[in-house]
C-alpha cells in the first residue's frame, strides 16, 4: 500500500516527534472550520511532547517578526520590476533559502541592510528576457544561476519555495490561530488545491506585474499534482502571448548539459 513519507518516517522512528497536518484540497467556511481544527491539534500536540506553553500573546510576536520578514521580502521583490533590477534571480533564491533557515528576527536585521545596500549601490543586473519560473519545489540557485548566464533575468517566481511561501501576510486578530490557519489555507495555493482559476489569474497577474517575456516551468519527475495542472496553465499563458518552456528534471534540478542547451534554444527562440 501507498505510505506517506511522514508514515515512513514515523515507523522508523526517525523523530521523537511527528505530527501529520492533514489540509483540505478547496476553500470554504467548512475547510477554514477544518483546517483550524487541525492547526489547533498540532498545537496540542506540541505542548503535551514538549511539555511547553503556547500562548496567544507567543504567537502574536512570532506573527509579528514573521510579517515584518515577509514584508522585507516582498521589497525585495519590489525592486525586481525594475527594467533593470539591482539583484538577480539566483541571488534572491539565496536570500528565500535564508529565510527559512535562519532564525527570523536575524534574517529580518540582514535583509534591512541588505536593502540599504541595494539602494545605495546603484547595481544593475541585465538580462535579454525577463523569465518567470514555475514548477516544483526548487532551491537551487545554480540552476537559476545557469539560465541567467544563458541570458535571461528571473525576476519572479511561482514556486512552494518562493513567492507562495511569503506572498500573504498573517492578518492580526484576537485568535491567532484562527488567523494562522486562514492565511495558510488561503495563500497562494499551489496545484493540489482545487480549482485551480484563482491561482491561473494570480499566475498572469505576476506576468502582467513583473513584465514576464517568457515562463520556464520544471516540474520533478513523479510530482503528479503539476503534472497534471501543467497543461491547463500553459494554455492560459501562451493565448496570453506568454512562451513557455517545459523541463522534465531530477529532484536535484541539476543544470545539466541537456537542460541548458534547452533552456538556450528556447532563449533563442525569442528573439
Known sequence: PTRRF??????????????ILDAPRTISDLAYEVYESQVRGLKRHLEEHFKVQITDEKLQDAIDVYNKGRALLKRIHE???QDVPPISGAE???ILNASRRMPPQQFNEMMERLLQELAASKREVKGKYRILLNGSPLNNADYIKAIENLGGLVVMDELCTGVRYWWESVDKG???IKAISR???????????????DRFERVLKLTRDYRIDAVITGIVRHCMSWAH??????RRLEDAGIPVLELDLEYSMPATGQ??????AFLEMLQ
Open 259 to 264: 537542460i541548458l542547451t534547452r533552456v538556450q
Open 92 to 94: 534572491t533564491m539565496e
Open 79 to 81: 525592486l525586481r520590476k
Open 183 to 197: 492565511r495558510y489555507l488561503h495563500n497562494f495555493a499551489c496545484p493540489r488545491m482545487c480549482p485551480s482559476d
Open 174 to 176: 484576537s485568535d491567532p
Open 229 to 234: 495542472e501543467q497543461p491547463l496553465l500553459r
Open 6 to 19: 511522514a508514515d515512513v518516517w514515523e515507523y522508523y522512528k526517525f523523530k521523537d516527534f511527528v505530527h
